[in-house]
Structure formats: C-alpha cells, structure tokens
C-alpha cells in the first residue's frame, strides 16, 4: 500500500498532519508548482517568490529526514499545471493506492480536492488543519445561536481555553484588553531596530530568476526581498521580535510614520501563514517574555490577542459566511478601483507612502491596510471584488482565508456588519492623529472642503450621508448624524461638491493588473 501525501504551498509545518503516523518506506510525498496556484490572480512577485523558495526548501528539509518527495517544478515540461492534474499524474507515476492531505486554506482549493475521490478512484483522506488554535467545529459550536459573533468574546473564550495570560482563571492583570494604551501615534523621535532580513540564497536567488523570467510583468519589486523561507529563518525572525520589538509593540501598534516600513511590528504573518511558524508556540513566547518581565502586559497582550483573537477569529467566519462572503456588497459600492493602488501616483502622502512600501515590501502593516488603503476604498465606494483582488495580489502574507474577511468585513463592511459593528470610516483627523504624514501632504488636513481638503474629509461625509438610511440607527455611529443635522445648509452642500469633485478625479485602474 503507497500513500500519496500532498503538501501545498502554505503547508510547510514539519508537524503536518498528513504525515504524522506515515511509514517512510510507503509514503511518497508530492509538492508542485502549479501554473494555475502562480496565476489565478497576478500575485506580486515577492509572494512567488517567497512561496515557491519556501516550498524549495521545505521540500529538500524532508529529504535530508528521509522521506520520498516527488518536486515537480514550474517549468517541467509535464506539469499539466494545476493541483488536480499533478495529483492524477502523481497517482499514476507512483501506483499509489490512497492519498492523504491536510484541507486547503481557500474554499476555491477546497472545491478542486472534494473531486479528487472520485476522479481518482481511490481513498481519498482530507484531514482538519490543525495548525490554527480554534478548529473549524469549535468555531461552528461558538458560532451557532449567537446574534452578534464579537471578536472579543471569542478572544476570551480563546484566552480560558489556551490559558495564555491567566493566573487563577482570571485575565492577568485583572483585564481582558489593554487597547486603550495601545493608540500612542509616532513620536518623532521613533526609532525602532531594525527586523532581520534574510538575504536570498542559491535556492532563492534560482526561484527570483524564474520569477523575472515568467512573472516579471507582475507588480512589485523584487529588489529587497529578505522574507525568510525556512524554519530555522522564521525561529530567528522571531527570536529578535521577541527581544526588540515587542516591547513597544502595544504602544505603536497604530502609528504610522512616512518611510519607516516596520515600526514595532513583527512581520511575522507570512511565516505564520505558510506554516514555518506555529501560532501558539508564537504566543507562548510573548508571556514567557511578559512573564519574565521582559515586555510590558499591553505589549504582549496586545501582540496574542492579534494572534488567538483577530487571526482565528478571520479563519473561524472565512469558513463560516462563505461562499457568499465573495459576492457580498451590503452598501452596494460600484466605483472601480482607482488606479493609483498600483502606481502609487497620487499626491495623497498617507496613500502614497503604504503603496509604496506594499510595492516594495508585498507588505503593509495593520493600520496602513486599513486604516489608509481600506478607508479610501470605503469612503470611495469602490466594487469590493476589486479590492479584495488588490489586497490578494499585493501582500505576501495573503491567501484567501485571512485577506478576504479582512478586507471585505472588517474594510469595507460589505457584510453588513456580521465582523465589524460600524464601519472603520475616519477622515484625514484620524490618519493625522496617528501618523506624520499629513504635515508634508500636499493637501491640507485642516481644511474641510475645497481643492486644497484633505480628500479624506469630504468623503467621510459623503460616505456617511449616501449610507444614511443603513447605518443611523446604529448607535456606534448615529451620533455623527446630529453634528451633520446641525451643520449649516451651506456647509453640508460645500462638503457634497468637494466629495463630489475628488470622485469625479478618480482615474480607474486599467484592467489586468490583478488578473489576466
Ligand atoms: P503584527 O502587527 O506584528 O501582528 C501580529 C500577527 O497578528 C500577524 O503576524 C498576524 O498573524 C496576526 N494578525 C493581526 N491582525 C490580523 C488580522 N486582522 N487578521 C489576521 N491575522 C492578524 N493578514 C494576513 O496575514 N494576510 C492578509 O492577506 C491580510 N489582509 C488584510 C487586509 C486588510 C484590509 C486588513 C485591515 C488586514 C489584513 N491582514 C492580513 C491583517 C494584518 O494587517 C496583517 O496580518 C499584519 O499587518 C501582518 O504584519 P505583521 O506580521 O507585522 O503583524
Ligand atoms: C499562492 C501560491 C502560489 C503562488 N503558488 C503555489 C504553487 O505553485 N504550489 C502550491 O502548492 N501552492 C502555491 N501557492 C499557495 C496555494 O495557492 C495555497 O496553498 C492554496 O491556495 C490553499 O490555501
Ligand atoms: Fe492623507 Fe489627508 Fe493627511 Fe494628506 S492630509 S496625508 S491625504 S490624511
């Protein structure tokens, strides 16, 4: 009896299911670059690159442990491309008589294999991932019969059952949440050490040639790549958060300064999200670090609840409100999306800066995302398809799991309020509040209406008065009506035409850019 064990690309954890319990002698383990995995959106080319290195390497560490793995490579002349053609080659090549995988993390994926059964005619085992904290079932049972699915109850119910942060069944420190210390904006004298960069390999700089080679119309730059690709990288990404960066991590968790890319955060998603790093062993070094009082409690709780609390939390209602989380547009946005999230040209400093840092990096941090690049889009309008493809091809942390609640629930709202009570709606003041960009902006953050405004400020009152009938009696939000009623006539309808006028600038993006 052989066993074909596939591992995708963000499946890279030495401890995957699929493999546990396997006989070596028996097993053949199948890794594939896959056309249709590289090109179903035309992902930036940092995450290729990063993906398939990591792949690369992964597959040549389980080598050296002595297990059988069948590579099959982008540019082998065979490869018919897709997941489900490499497995049927696999299964002939191999005379394979079952196959055991872990489930996919994107429903599309999850699509493809629920036919392998049949389309091979042989077992087929699809095991739980169990590389998150909270299975699919837990989510499902804290889920079901509650009207409001609030992440901070499911983090609390993840902190008693993880028991990170509690002494004697209760919250350390007496609170569940520290977030009101958490909202400092940048000192100007920020000066945070810098993350740790891994400088491409030979595996990696043959993946960065193929790359250029095949995807070199794609967007980014590839010129800084340093992500790291193995475990052994990530452990070491981690070990540095852990001593530098933590520390002030809940303090500037929100700040954003004009060309600092990192701040205090870790940059640790997109290990996480392959696999090379195990979220809980993640968590547990944040309170070893607070227990040995290395870090402050709002640091580290700041940094687990970001980890238990808003990842699983995204994975546990991706699951839960797909697939109509895709099609979802409860404000029924209709704008397309404007050109300069791909050319970064646009004399808004705030945008500017966090597309170029994403075309840099294939990264932006929280606020950044959404806070700027969200924001604009929601008060904009823009068709929330075409922002989620953005944020798909454009992070190289992002699969569809975590980008598409991020973007469609929390960003643009477009699920009516099942992830967010309110919509993260804010003009320029907040961005100003929490960053330095607006000092040097050629707009005025001041100024309420007219061609020299901030564009954020018009828009959130044009935002709010288009949605009026939707969100006024929502009373995280129905305060702000009052200020509008008793605004002068005058005033309203200057904030109108200037919402009007910075809509009516909007270049739409070429199509092509995010699929062919
Ligand atoms: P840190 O600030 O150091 O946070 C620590 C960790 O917490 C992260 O590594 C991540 O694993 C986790 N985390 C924090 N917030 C979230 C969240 N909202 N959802 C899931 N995990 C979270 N994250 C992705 O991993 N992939 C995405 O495609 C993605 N798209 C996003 C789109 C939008 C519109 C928004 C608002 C957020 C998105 N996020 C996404 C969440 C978050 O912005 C990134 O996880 C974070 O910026 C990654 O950088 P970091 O590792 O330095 O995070
Ligand atoms: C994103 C990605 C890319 C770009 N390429 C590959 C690939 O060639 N082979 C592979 O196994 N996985 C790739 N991935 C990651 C997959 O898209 C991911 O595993 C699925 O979407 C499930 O989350
Ligand atoms: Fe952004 Fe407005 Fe500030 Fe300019 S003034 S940086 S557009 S928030």
Request: proline content about 5%; hydrophobic content about 40%.
């Given at each position: 009896m052989t066993?074909?064990?596939?591992?995708?690309?963000?499946?890279?954890?030495?401890?995957?299911?699929?493999?546990?319990?396997?006989?070596?002698?028996?097993?053949?383990?199948?890794?594939?670059?896959?056309?249709d995995e590289t090109t179903y959106v035309r992902h930036h080319k940092q995450k290729i690159v990063l993906i398939l290195s990591a792949m690369r390497h992964f597959a040549a560490e389980l080598q050296a442990q002595g297990w059988l793995v069948?590579?099959?490579?982008?540019?082998?002349?065979?490869?018919?491309?897709?997941?489900?053609?490499?497995?049927?080659?696999?299964?002939?090549?191999?005379?394979?008589?079952?196959?055991?995988?872990?489930e996919p993390g994107e429903w599309r994926v999850a699509e493809m294999m629920a036919e392998w059964k049949t389309a091979l005619g042989i077992p087929v085992e699809i095991l739980p991932d169990d590389r998150f904290v909270c299975s699919k079932d837990q989510f499902y049972a804290w889920a079901q019969g509650r009207d409001r699915l609030l992440m901070e109850n499911f983090y609390r119910d993840m902190r008693e059952r993880t028991g990170l942060l509690m002494t004697d069944g209760k919250p350390e420190g007496g609170q569940w949440n520290y977030d009101k210390d958490n909202r400092n904006g940048p000192d100007m004298f920020l000066d945070p050490p810098p993350v740790p960069g891994f400088p491409p390999d030979k595996i990696t700089r043959e993946v960065i040639a193929l790359v250029e080679a095949r995807f070199g119309n794609h967007f980014g730059s590839l010129d800084r790549f340093c992500w790291p690709v193995t475990a052994k990288q990530a452990g070491k990404a981690l070990d540095r958060f852990i001593a530098e960066r933590l520390p002030e991590f809940g303090t500037y968790q929100d700040a954003m300064k004009w060309g600092q890319d990192d701040l205090f955060h870790s940059l640790l998603s997109t290990s996480i999200n392959l696999g090379l790093l195990d979220p809980l062993e993640v968590c547990r070094r944040a309170e070893k670090a607070y227990r040995e009082r290395k870090v402050p409690l709002n640091a580290a709780e700041g940094f687990i609840r970001q980890i238990i609390g808003w990842r699983e939390y995204i994975r546990g209602m991706?699951?839960?409100?797909?697939?109509?989380?895709?099609?979802?547009?409860?404000?029924?946005?209709?704008?397309?999306?404007p050109e300069f999230y791909w050319t970064g040209e646009t004399k808004m400093r705030c945008m500017a800066d966090c597309v170029r840092s994403t075309r840099d990096n294939a990264h932006a941090h929280h606020i950044q995302r959404l806070m700027v690049l969200g924001n604009f889009a929601l008060l904009a309008g823009v068709v929330p398809q075409e922002l989620e493809d953005w944020f798909l091809v454009v992070y190289a942390d992002a699969y569809e799991w975590v980008e598409l609640p991020n973007v469609a629930a929390m960003a643009l709202w477009a699920d009516k309020g099942r992830l967010a009570s309110k919509p993260y709606a804010a003009s320029g003041n907040y961005i100003n509040k929490m960053s330095d960009y607006c000092g040097a902006c050629h707009y005025d953050v001041n100024k309420k209406t007219g061609p020299e405004a901030c564009p954020f400020n018009p828009l959130y009152w044009h935002f709010l008065v288009r949605h009026r009938k939707l969100l006024e009696n929502n009373h995280r939000i129905s305060r702000v009506y009052g200020t509008w009623d008793k605004m002068a006539a005058e005033k309203r309808q200057a904030y109108l035409d200037s919402a009007e006028a910075v809509l009516a600038d909007l270049v739409p993006a070429a199509k092509g850019w995010a699929r062919a």
């Open positions: 066993t074909l064990v596939p591992i995708l690309g963000d499946q890279l954890s030495r401890t995957i299911a699929s493999l546990d319990g396997c006989d070596k002698a028996r097993t053949v383990v199948l890794m594939m670059e896959v056309r069948d590579y099959v490579k982008l540019d082998d002349p065979a490869n018919t491309g897709s997941f489900s053609g490499e497995v049927a080659r696999a299964v002939e090549r191999h005379e394979i008589d079952r196959v055991r995988v872990v991706y699951w839960y409100d797909m697939p109509g989380l895709r099609e979802a547009n409860a404000l029924g946005a209709d704008r397309p999306l």
